[in-house]
């Protein structure tokens, strides 16, 4: 449960402290900040504890994690094969829960925090907003007439996209782990498909969590 997450523990601010050109306060402000990561870690990595120790694995094999002596033992992910798609990583995380994603985000996403609400805050880089000109859609002739073709889907050649699939699998094997989403698009069984999402990371695993049926 949320409570069970999160207790009454604060969580720790959104903001950074504003830089200080005094360096013995900037060491002190780091540390301050790293020391409050770290305890919020071991917080939400106790009450993580508590939850997979409550509650069992869903029938879609959310995930394989398992709680031991009140330690979580990461090295149980699910070994899904995604060498057909020609990555080569091997730690791959398939269907994680949401609290598992919430805890490698915070270990593993610099930036990553907790809110007060219970959200989970990242840093995604350069763009942190939409980017509603950069959607692109495969021109093809058996879907060219079922497409509203425009300024928001704009036409992609097969040749451009398989270029950047190429680029995105070279990215996704520089990556020590990878995460898995598998789910359907689309509520009626008769018209619902199967995707599955391959992210590098957390937070992108859970919005497909979120936007996915499972």
Known sequence: SRDQLHGEKESIPINQPKQNNNSNNNSSSQEGIMASQED??????????????????????????????????????????????????????????????????????????????????????????????DKRIVFEESTAEDVWWGPVNIKLDEHSFLVNRERAIDYLNTQEQLYVFDGFAGWDPAYRIKVRVITSRAYHCLFMHDMLIR
């Open 40 to 133: 919020q870690l071991h917080s939400f990595h106790q009450s993580l504890s508590a939850v997979l120790a409550s509650s069992p694995v869903d029938a879609a094999g959310a995930s394989l994690m398992e709680s031991r002596g009140g330690q979580v033992d990461h090295g149980d992910v699910d070994h899904v094969d995604v060498e057909e798609y020609g990555i080569h990583t091997t730690k791959v995380f398939r269907n994680p829960a949401v609290p598992i994603l919430y805890e490698q985000a915070l270990k593993n996403e610099a930036g990553s925090n907790i809110t007060n609400t219970g959200a989970l805050v990242v840093r995604s880089g350069a763009k942190t907003g939409r980017s509603p000109k």
